[in-house]
């Protein structure tokens, strides 16, 4: 495996009056999305293209609803999806409440196996 990196210039966040310096970024070399997917594990598997669609669709619902009930969802060697939030300092536990939260997001944590693609990887310069 090879992952294309582009060069770019970055301010220091910590030190804004700092001189800029050269950063190599990932970037990425394609796409696939749901439907190609399902047509890759179909021809893995004894299941249909439809019905892995419908599989992936599936779980694609079930994890939304799972996590909009603020659950922790285990996929196995995939990973794990949870909701993570951003808050507002106080200074007393009193003043935090539902107001305080200014951003959720969805963190996700690899699981053993999906982190083993990292030890094997090979970089490449783009262009």
Do not use: W
Not at 35 to 47: G, N, V
Not at 54 to 82: C, D, M, P, W, Y
């Amino acid at each position: 495996m090879s992952i294309k990196f582009k060069v770019l210039q970055r301010k220091n966040p910590q030190d804004l009056l700092a001189p800029e310096k050269y950063y190599a970024a990932a970037i990425g070399d394609g796409e696939i999305d749901l439907d190609a997917l399902a047509e890759k594990i179909a021809y893995q598997c004894t299941l249909t293209e439809v019905d892995c669609h419908a599989v992936l669709l599936s779980l694609v619902h079930n994890v939304s609803q799972e996590l909009n009930e603020g659950r922790i969802v285990r996929l196995g060697k995939l990973g794990t999806f949870q909701v993570g939030i951003s808050a507002m300092g106080k200074d007393t536990p009193e003043e935090v409440s539902a107001s305080t939260i200014v951003k959720s997001r969805i963190l996700f944590r690899p699981g053993k196996k999906l982190r083993s693609v990292l030890t094997d990887l090979s970089y490449r310069k783009a262009g």
